[in-house]
């Protein structure tokens, strides 16, 4: 990608943007590293966490845990509970387009104030219900409404203040936050549950929530680069550390003239029909599949397992290697996964299924967020992000219905896994050429 100078003011509107170094920002200042670890880490490891506790961990993660308590309490069938989901899921086809307007125009740290004090305090509200279906819909109507600032266009957005040559592990670290909670948040509210009860466990998560996500945000989110020597964690690359000027990059007016945006948005609703498809489904399939209890849960620790390290891996690799090959092998993986689990008659071959799957599912957040920030830079990236997301949302309300309502047609998920392979081969064949002028930063 050809870089040129700009100083240019947000209302330029151009294809190409320049990493602007800032003139207040010295290269010789001493650089914070609290407890010997370079504060952008700590940046990072700060995004990882409030994305641990915000919106996509509340409407999923944690509510899912409640789904046969509140089922069992109300006379709700299954389907009736979890339609819920649908109900925050719709209306952030709006709102992360619209809270990554808000990104951009007030910054990330305001919308990440309002949205993790609205999430928790949503969550805690559950814990007066009485048995309507209308008041848990509309809650989690509201939760999408008020608690979008909590998506990952902000925190990425973040990552674009302290990371350019290393963005591509900042970018992993901190999405990496939702495999966290997957791990470690279902198994502390389920003994919430079964010691004090649905409703005390549901307070009790809401607080943890609400504490630990406002001081994080108040503390690890509220910090800016003080000097160049911190960006990038410490790293210095032969052509020096860039500070990323806010007002560079792309307008969003003028990206949606660019035919490599509507790629990547248009490319993004088959992943989710076939991401969110088959994790909705996974239990099931691996019931079809004669697994035991304790086994669909050791395969569900592999699946959160590799969702972590597929961020982590992933961006490291973005920092270093063409960006078009290794979004390649990312989507190419998942689509062998979902073949080989199509076909797979013992635990082995299945769990080395789910692990391909886990691994480009893991990582097509990473590729989002590294695309639209080397094409289009920072100026309107949480706008970019949140189109995206919502584009990624269309197939995330189409795959687990589509995938279960096969099922019921047919009593198999293979035709279903190898169209998802399949989708997946459409992404490997229609996202790389778009990468094809970004190379390693460093």
């Known amino acids: 990608m050809k870089e040129r100078p700009d100083h240019d003011h947000a209302a330029t509107l151009r294809l190409d943007y320049t990493e602007v170094v800032s003139p207040s920002m010295n290269a010789d200042d001493k650089a914070r590293r609290p407890f010997g670890i370079p504060i952008a880490w700590w940046v990072a490891t700060g995004c990882a966490l409030g994305l641990a506790l915000g919106f996509s961990t509340v409407a999923a993660t944690v509510f899912g845990q409640f789904v046969p308590a509140l089922s069992s309490a109300f006379g709700w069938t299954r389907a009736q509970t979890t339609l819920a989901m649908a109900f925050s899921n719709i209306p952030l086809l709006v709102m992360a387009p619209a809270f990554g307007l808000l990104v951009d125009r007030l910054g990330a740290w305001r919308t990440l104030c309002f949205s993790q004090l609205a999430v928790p305090l949503i969550l805690i509200s559950l814990a007066t219900l009485n048995g309507s279906l209308t008041q848990l819909y509309i809650s989690f109507f509201l939760l999408a409404v008020l608690g979008a600032g909590t998506l990952p266009a902000a925190y990425t957005r973040v990552i674009l203040t302290w990371f350019n040559h290393r963005r591509g592990m900042g970018f992993g670290i901190a999405l990496s936050g939702v495999g966290l909670a997957a791990l470690v948040l279902p198994p502390i509210t389920q003994a919430l549950i079964v010691t004090f009860g649905w409703r005390a466990a549901v307070v009790l998560i809401g607080l943890l929530i609400l504490i630990a996500g406002m ?42 003239h660019d035919y490599r945006y509507w790629v990547i948005a248009l490319a993004y609703i088959p992943l989710g029909v076939a991401s969110m498809g088959f994790l909705v489904n996974l239990p099931a399939i691996l019931i079809d599949q004669k697994f035991s209890l304790a086994g669909a849960a050791t395969m569900t620790i592999i699946l959160g397992a590799t969702l972590i390290l597929a961020r982590i891996v992933t961006g490291w690799f973005l920092d270093r290697v063409s960006t078009s090959l290794v979004m390649t092998v990312i989507f190419l993986a998942p689509a062998i996964g979902f073949f080989l689990l199509a076909i797979a008659q013992s635990p082995l071959l299945t769990a080395f299924g789910i692990f391909l799957i886990a691994f480009g599912i893991g990582a097509e957040f990473d590729v989002m967020a590294f695309l639209l920030s ?36 047919t009593g198999s998920y293979s035709f279903t896994l190898n169209l998802f392979g399949a989708l997946f081969i459409i992404a490997a064949i229609a996202l790389p050429p778009v990468a094809r002028r970004i190379r390693p930063a460093g």
């Open 374 to 409: 080397r094409l289009f830079g920072p100026i309107s990236y949480g706008a970019l992000y949140g189109g995206v997301y919502a584009a990624y949302n269309i197939g995330v309300a189409i795959g687990p219905v589509y995938m279960a309502h096969q099922f019921d047609v």
């Open 215 to 256: 001081i994080n945000v108040m503390t690890l989110l509220r910090l800016k680069p003080q000097s160049t020597a911190e960006i990038d964690g410490g790293y210095h690359p032969p052509q020096g550390a860039a500070i990323i000027s806010e007002k560079s990059g792309v307008h969003w007016r003028q990206a949606l």
